[in-house]
């Protein structure tokens, strides 16, 4: 079983234990910080770290760090009284700890068995039933206070569960969705030229490693691989064109003579979807790319303290895989 999938099991647990009624809130808590880690939810572990082990308190014994402090205010614990803004710490073992020793109390409170007598018997009377009374609500009271502060840590713990179990079940659908487009769209790029799928093989060498200066390296042949199809997919459409200038049906002249690449890729597009049945935003998704990944290029060469990171360059290869395969899979419709 997979990380992933132990921690999809551990959301239905949540989620299930707690519509049912049959987990307790810390154990609804241990499941939320098994599914964190297996997740790797940095901010997720060190929230539920607190709520297992306590909130830290400073040197005085008494205050609680800020960090620590805004995490618990955030997080359902927060309240406003007189002196501001404040969170209750009692953990959730300790709150149903008390919620149990509580329930045990009110049953002892009662008037049942005791026996006055004398003059003042009836005023005795009258005191133990009304000093049992006033204990009993007292009582109640907190129980049912403590049993409100579990209920809102019960509903953090439920919404953290059915967040990631969300987020699973998209990833689970992207995954299947991908992989059916991938399928699809390797047939097109078996037709591209041995040169263009070399650059395609040597993006997954960059980015699979961990030298930022390959990052930046795996952006440029991004850029490359589109540089080489315009090329190739313009020579095919448009054999034996020798004018410099394309008109777009919107009366727009581009230049696709030279190193025009965006431009020869655009009357390309444009030709392709206007023999396709059904409309298509290739087009604008691809300038929209393009654009990105010079600008990130501009950037770095600028100086400005950018360096291409990894989630850049995986951004950006997905973005080129998916629309190379867009503008290829065109050529079917």
């Given at each position: 079983?997979?990380?992933?999938?132990?921690?999809?099991?551990?959301?239905?647990?949540?989620?299930?234990?707690?519509?049912?009624?049959?987990?307790?809130?810390?154990?609804?808590?241990?499941?939320?910080?098994?599914?964190?880690?297996?997740?790797?939810?940095?901010?997720?572990?060190?929230?539920?770290?607190?709520?297992?082990?306590?909130?830290?308190?400073?040197?005085?014994?008494?205050?609680?760090?800020?960090?620590?402090?805004?995490?618990?205010?955030?997080?359902?614990?927060?309240?406003?009284?007189?002196?501001?803004?404040?969170?209750?710490?009692?953990?959730?073992?300790?709150?149903?700890?008390?919620?149990?020793?509580?329930?045990?109390?009110?049953?002892?409170?009662?008037?049942?068995?005791?026996?006055?007598?004398?003059?003042?018997?009836?005023?005795?009377?009258?005191?133990?039933?009304a000093s049992v009374t006033m204990s009993t609500r007292n009582i109640v009271d907190d129980i049912g206070l403590t049993e409100k502060k579990l209920s809102v840590l019960k509903s953090r713990y439920y919404d953290y569960a059915l967040k990631k179990q969300i987020e699973i079940s998209f990833g689970n659908v992207a995954t299947t969705v991908f992989s059916e487009y991938r399928t699809r769209v390797e047939n097109e790029f078996s037709k591209l030229s041995k040169e263009i799928l070399l650059k395609l093989q040597a993006i997954e060498d960059k980015i699979g490693s961990d030298n930022p200066e390959l990052y930046s390296q795996a952006l440029t042949t991004c850029r490359r691989l589109f540089e080489e199809t315009a090329k190739e997919l313009f020579e095919k459409y448009f054999p034996g064109y020798e004018e410099k200038k394309y008109k777009t049906k919107s009366g727009k002249e581009i230049d696709v003579s030279g190193e025009h690449y965006k431009n020869k890729l655009s009357a390309v597009i444009e030709k392709l979807e206007d023999k396709s049945p059904s409309k298509s935003m290739v087009g604008s998704n691809v300038i929209y790319l393009l654009d990105w990944m010079d600008n990130l290029t501009d950037l770095q060469c600028k100086g400005v303290h950018h360096e291409v990171t990894r989630q850049d360059a995986t951004r950006c290869i997905i973005q080129t895989y998916i629309c190379l395969g867009d503008i290829l899979s065109l050529q079917d419709e």
């Open positions: 079983m997979t990380k992933t999938e132990s921690a999809q099991l551990a959301c239905e647990k949540v989620l299930n234990g707690i519509e049912d009624d049959t987990i307790t809130t810390t154990s609804a808590l241990l499941q939320c910080l098994k599914i964190a880690r297996l997740l790797n939810d940095v901010d997720a572990i060190i929230w539920l770290q607190y709520e297992y082990g306590g909130y830290p308190k400073e040197a005085d014994g008494v205050h609680i760090p800020s960090a620590a402090f805004d995490i618990g205010y955030k997080n359902g614990r927060g309240f406003i009284d007189k002196t501001g803004k404040c969170i209750f710490t009692e953990l959730a073992s300790e709150l149903e700890k008390k919620v149990e020793a509580e329930k045990n109390a009110v049953n002892n409170f009662t008037t049942k068995g005791a026996s006055v007598s004398g003059d003042y018997a009836a005023v005795a009377v009258n005191n133990l039933t």
